[in-house]
């Protein structure tokens, strides 16, 4: 069965600082991964996906994120994060090409400190 | 176009009733998914749709709980003899290629 482990709960960062928030699947085939953005109140948004080819995937917002196929991860980065990032970010895996039903992680809710 | 819409945005019922949640999906988009959001599991999967058929029903979590499609749009996730650990926010998601978009969700309260 698929998983998804992202071991942060909560990470605090300063504005202007960078970010990266973890993220490690297990999946028996080639995984089709996510990322994805929930707001106070509002529903998710995707972020970026990673289907195939270049391991480093950029995303809307200023985010990207790199596929490490030998650590099973899908790190999620961004260089410099603003007030306006603070929220609840969910990593995903599915098979498919993405038409199945997703497996999600915990999620990370990130704090932005002025 | 419009997005993903769900009704209502919030029900609150007694336990052991049965209640009716429903997803739009996006105009065109064939495939259909319900997840369940709460604070002790996260989000999980409950079902799929490719059209009207359901090929993925694995994570429907009892036979309380059902969903159909019609028409390959409306979907309605109905919750028989409603429990107090249903209490969460139901989400519905439509995709045409490999990108979900979600809707709002609906959070069901259970009393």
């Known amino acids: 069965a698929q998983s998804v482990t992202q071991p942060d709960i909560h990470i605090t960062v300063s504005e202007g600082a960078s970010l990266e928030l973890r993220c490690n699947y297990s999946y028996g085939a080639t995984p089709y991964l996510f990322w994805y953005v929930q707001s106070p109140g509002q529903g998710l948004q995707l972020l970026l996906k990673?289907?195939?080819?270049?391991?480093l995937v950029q995303g809307i917002k200023g985010f990207e994120a790199e596929f490490k196929r030998s650590q099973s991860s899908f790190n999620l980065r961004k260089p410099s994060v603003h007030w306006s990032d603070a929220a609840e970010y969910f990593c995903a895996v599915g098979s498919g090409g993405g038409a199945d039903g997703l497996t999600f992680g915990k999620g990370t809710h990130l704090i932005i400190q002025p | 176009g419009a997005g993903v819409s769900q009704s209502p945005s919030n029900k609150v019922t007694e336990k052991g009733k049965d209640v009716e949640l429903r997803c739009d999906p996006i105009?065109?988009?064939?495939?259909l998914y319900w997840y369940r959001q709460s604070l002790g599991q996260g989000l999980e999967f409950l079902i799929y749709?490719?059209?009207?058929?359901?090929?993925?029903k694995s994570g429907l979590p009892s036979d309380r709980f059902s969903a159909e499609r019609t028409g390959g749009s409306v979907s309605t996730l109905t919750i028989q003899r409603t429990q107090q650990e249903d209490s969460a926010v139901y989400l519905c998601?439509?995709?045409?290629?490999?990108?979900?978009?979600f809707g709002p969700g609906t959070r069901l309260t259970v009393l």
């Open positions: 749709f490719q059209g009207n058929s359901a090929p993925d």
């Open positions: 990673y289907f195939s080819g270049d391991t």
């Open positions: 105009s065109g988009h064939t495939a």
């Open positions: 998601a439509s995709s045409q290629y490999s990108e979900q978009f």
